[in-house]
């Protein structure tokens, strides 16, 4: 499979490319130059297979510069019970005729981050050890993604992980499960600010090439491809284990921020799995909503951009929407520089002609919005009903779905982290907390690793020079 970019300009890259470098050299997102099409057959072979299997079938298509029989050891040794918790790693749950759970946070953080993040450091290992190369990962977290990449990278060879993330900003909970980590190479750095303030530190340094060639240093954004190929596996098991013959169709409803995870669900989909609708859920930051309504994607302030109790989802911009857009567009790579390069950069929003927004349908994309005192009734009425705690961003999700129902249909709707890592709401909306499994208890006790840091670039560099492999 051969990778390009979806600004046109003349890369064609090989997958191991595109997972080290992360966004194209023209500003574009690399997407595969095709999408290999499953047929019945196969579908029906694929059904009996279990999640690792699955997902090496499913990966393999797009990797081809990887020796099978190490893609296959990847695989074997990230999707294990051990790691995830279950044998079908991401269990289905029915709540009830038309509605159910796809259960993806059992991982090490408890978000379904997990899933493709533990794939990334597995596959980031395997190709530093071929090369002979190490890579520094810079990043800047307000809570999921930083843990992830923590517990990915931790103890793993020629990679070290320097994480900002702002000072007293992250719940108890997050700061506990990243500050309690005692592996050498993870670096977490609290930084005196908001996260905005560590976003803008990571691209200050990024922007100093010659540091950033000289120190190898990388990112584990969601604009990876590689982040992207891995979660497209757990809409196939979804699949099978929502239905009982390909005939059979299902709805996929997703608590969107980034567009990273219903991305994958349209990749999945443009792949032949038979999805009828692919249901985008927001919180309050309806950036998204706006536009599968409109056809107007209007970026916010972050000023605009509020705090909210599914903060996973609190974004301005959606930074893997340009991927969906390319495909939408027909993959006229030029009208997405103009849209991507000019437009958003000079007025901070475009607009999609009419002809163009009637293309969504065909996509199956729809979309609704939560709220705060929707996430409290849904908690509490998924608990009353059907005695099972979510999350508030799995909250946003039900909600949602709810408002999207089609008979015959089943929607399964995409569970994204465990109630305990969100205890105020779970509180407020039911009146006792959720469970917490006897390690989680003992993390909170154990000493932490953490160093404040002043808000520059520089002193971010100089702490970087000190501790960066060679
Ligand atoms: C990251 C995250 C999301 C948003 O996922 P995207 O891929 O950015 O759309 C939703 N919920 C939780 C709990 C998350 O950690």
């Not at 019970?81 to 790693?89: K, L, N, T, Y």
């Not at 990876?224 to 013959?245: E, H, I, K, P």
């Not at 103009?338 to 009419?354: H, I, K, M, N």
Request: proline share 4%; net charge neutral.
């Amino acid at each position: 499979m051969r990778y390009i970019s979806t600004r046109g300009g003349s890369v064609d890259r090989r997958f191991s490319e595109v997972l080290m470098e992360g966004l194209a050299p023209d500003g574009g997102l690399y997407v595969p130059a095709t999408y290999p099409k499953v047929d019945d057959t196969t579908l029906r072979h694929w059904r009996s297979l279990s999640y690792a299997e699955l997902a090496l079938q499913i990966v393999s298509l797009y990797i081809d510069d990887i020796p099978a029989h190490e893609l296959r050891a990847i695989i074997a040794s990230t999707y294990t019970p051990e790691v995830f918790g279950s044998a079908q790693i991401v269990p289905l749950q029915r709540l009830d005729e038309s509605t159910a759970l796809l259960n993806l946070s059992n991982g090490p953080t408890f978000a379904f981050k997990d899933i493709a993040m533990q794939f990334l450091g597995n596959l980031f290992e395997a190709e530093l050890g071929r090369r002979g190369a190490r890579l520094n990962i810079l990043g800047a977290t307000s809570g999921d993604t930083g843990s992830a990449a923590e517990y990915a990278m931790r103890g793993k060879q020629n990679v070290q992980v320097f994480m900002l993330s702002p000072r007293g900003r992250m719940s108890p909970f997050q700061q506990a499960q990243m500050f309690s980590l005692q592996d050498k190479n993870i670096h977490n750095l609290v930084v005196e600010g908001s996260f905005d303030t560590c976003q803008d530190i990571v691209k200050a340094v990024s922007a100093d090439l010659a540091f950033k060639r000289q120190y190898d240093i990388g990112t584990v954004n969601s604009i990876n491809w590689a982040r992207l190929l891995a979660q497209v596996v757990y809409y196939f098991s979804g699949y099978f284990q929502a239905t009982n013959d390909n005939s059979e169709r299902v709805s996929f409803c997703v608590p969107s921020g980034n567009f990273g995870n219903i991305c994958a669900g349209h990749v999945a989909r443009m792949m032949g799995l038979p999805i009828e609708k692919l249901v985008l859920a927001t919180n309050e930051n309806d950036v998204l909503d706006e536009f599968f309504k409109t056809g107007r994607y209007r970026v916010r302030s972050s000023r605009e951009t509020m705090v909210t109790s599914s903060p996973s989802m609190d974004i301005s911009k959606a930074s893997n929407f340009e991927r969906f857009i390319f495909d939408l567009l027909g993959r006229d790579a030029h009208r997405v520089g103009d849209l991507f390069d000019l437009e958003l950069s000079q007025r901070g929003q475009f607009c999609l002609t009419e002809q163009e927004t009637a293309c969504i349908a065909r996509y199956g994309f729809v979309s609704g919005k939560s709220t705060h005192l929707d996430r409290l009734q849904t908690i509490s009425h998924t608990w009353q009903r059907h005695r099972t705690m979510i999350d508030p961003h799995t909250a946003d999700g039900v909600k949602v779905a709810r408002e999207h129902l089609r008979s015959g249909i089943p929607t399964i709707v995409l569970e994204t982290a465990l109630p305990l890592k969100f205890q105020d709401i779970i509180r407020e909306a039911i009146g006792q907390e959720a469970p917490r499994p006897v390690p989680v208890t003992s993390m909170e006790q154990r000493p932490r690793r953490c160093e404040l840091i002043a808000p520059s670039a520089d002193e971010v560099k100089a702490y970087m020079e000190r501790h960066c492999s060679r």
